[in-house]
């Protein structure tokens, strides 16, 4: 069965109910359906995870990281095994259309792939010291225990793209699935356990965030709590390790706003191509999606007819050849549809969609949807939706493109369309943000590519890639006098 009716928590390789057995729904965004009870978490289970994870923890941080990395590689194997399962569960839960349900296992298995590989280097620094017979370097230590708070989006990635390194680093993982795609990081335990990961090393906790997420962040026991999440969700984790007794590192991998610039010497075709993608792939439901097309006012109106006429073509639905997926749930649904509503209520203008799409109701799906005219700073201008709506904006020239760009709080990703070296290579260096796409989509990740924002999109941290080592371990600095006398 690929979606059990019943989702349990998953800790130290044994499926658990909640205590009291208290449960919650899962409903399919694409029909609305029913499809599991989901056991509802809170501070004992979390407790539960974490003692597990703190009787395990000291003999992973002992074994050499070249064996950790060998589990990874045999999970990623295990993942390509499973790919049909995993894609089927992704489905299931955010209603994304097949090929990048898949698309998510591959990219997966590529990860661990990557830091089987990292086990193997896993560096540290030696330097010179000015003082005869002293040796000096740095090395790389596993930090404990590692809380992974988990958004919905992309459920399987969002756990591998943390769970891997934190693993690979020398870490249990105590991971809080998110609400509404429970059961990808249980299935995900299940894999480990195949792939050989000693008992204990990884659990997940089901439950809501205040229920089961908080208590796991205020859990002293956890030293390195890695959220990826919305930008509000994140200031309120990083003030409750500020609360604790102890302090934890805190990695916070945050939302966007993120322009999508077309000057006036940009292949339009191409352009709007990518706008498409950028603001529709995944339902806009991407932290990397293009919310805002800032198009010169020269070409304007051509953009503005291409653009029209690809976002008219886009496949709505779930199936094999389906573009853009339905939202993750009513609520995502009602308030998207409400936000635009008021946006053209403020001067804003429909240029396309605006609805849900009766169609293929009740499934979750909204019609693709572009607005105009709506001011810089107006509330649907500047507030991540995480849906599939996009704004377009008229700029003078490149100057005005720049400026417009950074006028957010957030600063995760950004593309510019050009011919110029000169106008890419000044976006590059002016956009305050930290992935600049030439020519592409706002979106483009691999494992070997260090993701992450600035301002409200993250505070600093780089995941995956081999930044993300940075997240996982302590750097310890090592000063060894060989010969003491001669020192
Ligand atoms: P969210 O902030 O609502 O929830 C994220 C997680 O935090 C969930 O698991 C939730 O249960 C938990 N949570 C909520 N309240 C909590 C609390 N008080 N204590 C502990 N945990 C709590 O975000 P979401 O709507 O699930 O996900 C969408 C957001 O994620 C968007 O802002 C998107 O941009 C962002 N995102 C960022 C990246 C990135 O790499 N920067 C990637 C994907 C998604």
């Not at 991998?253 to 995944?282: I, Q, T, Y």
Request: glycine fraction near 10%; proline fraction near 6%; aromatic fraction near 6%.
């Amino acid at each position: 069965m690929t979606y059990p009716p019943f989702v349990p928590h998953w800790i130290a390789d044994v499926e658990v109910p909640s205590t009291g057995g208290a449960v919650f729904e899962k409903r399919s965004p694409i029909d609305d359906r029913v499809v599991a009870r989901v056991a509802r978490g809170g501070a004992a289970e979390v407790a539960h995870a974490v003692s597990a994870a703190a009787g395990a923890a000291d003999a992973w941080a002992r074994t050499p990281a070249p064996k950790r990395g060998a589990i990874l590689g045999r999970a990623a194997q295990l993942l390509r095994e499973r790919e049909q399962l995993f894609g089927a569960i992704i489905q299931v839960e955010t209603g994304k259309p097949w090929k990048n349900a898949v698309a998510e296992v591959a990219s997966s298995a590529d990860l661990a792939v990557f830091m089987e590989g990292e086990g193997s280097r896993f560096y540290g620094k030696t330097m010179p010291s000015p003082i005869s017979n002293r040796t000096v370097q740095t090395l790389r230590q596993p930090i404990g225990i590692c809380a992974a708070i988990m958004p919905f989006n992309s459920p399987l990635a969002g756990i591998a793209w943390k769970a891997f390194p934190a693993l690979l680093c020398g870490n249990a993982v105590v991971a809080k699935s998110h609400e509404l795609t429970p059961h990808t990081a249980v299935e995900f335990g299940r894999l480990l356990k195949d792939a050989g990961l000693p008992v204990g090393l990884y659990s997940a906790v089901q439950g809501f965030g205040p229920d089961a997420g908080a208590p796991l962040v205020q859990d002293s026991r956890v030293g390195v709590v890695s959220f990826t999440g919305s930008s509000a969700t994140g200031k309120l984790i990083q003030k409750m390790v500020s609360e604790r007794a102890v302090l934890a590192k805190v990695c916070l991998e945050l939302g966007g706003k993120n322009p999508f610039v077309v000057c006036d010497d940009a292949d339009l075709e191409l352009a709007a191509e990518l706008a498409v993608a950028s603001a529709f792939v995944d339902a806009g439901q991407r932290c990397a999606s293009g919310s805002r097309i800032i198009v010169f006012d020269r070409i304007y109106d051509a953009f503005r007819k291409a653009l029209l006429a690809r976002v008219a073509k886009v496949r709505v639905g779930s199936g094999a050849d389906d573009e853009c997926g339905p939202v993750i749930s009513r609520a995502s649904l009602d308030r998207l549809l409400q936000q635009v509503a008021e946006a053209v209520s403020r001067g804003a203008t429909l240029a396309a969609g605006g609805s849900a799409l009766a169609s293929l109701a009740p499934g979750y799906y909204m019609a693709p949807t572009v607005l105009e005219n709506a001011a810089p700073d107006d509330e649907v201008s500047q507030q991540e939706l995480f849906g599939p709506v996009t704004c377009l904006y008229r700029v003078n020239g490149f100057e005005d493109s720049v400026q417009l760009a950074n006028r957010t709080t957030y600063g995760l990703t950004g593309a510019i369309h050009t011919a110029s070296v000169h106008r890419a290579q000044e976006f590059i260096t002016r956009y305050r943000g930290g992935l600049v796409s030439v020519n592409g989509a706002t979106y483009g990740a691999g494992p070997h590519m260090p993701f992450g924002g600035v301002k409200n999109s993250g505070n600093g941290f780089r995941e995956p890639g081999t930044e993300s080592l940075d997240v996982y371990t302590e750097l310890k600095t090592v000063v060894i006098n060989h010969s003491p006398s001669g020192v």
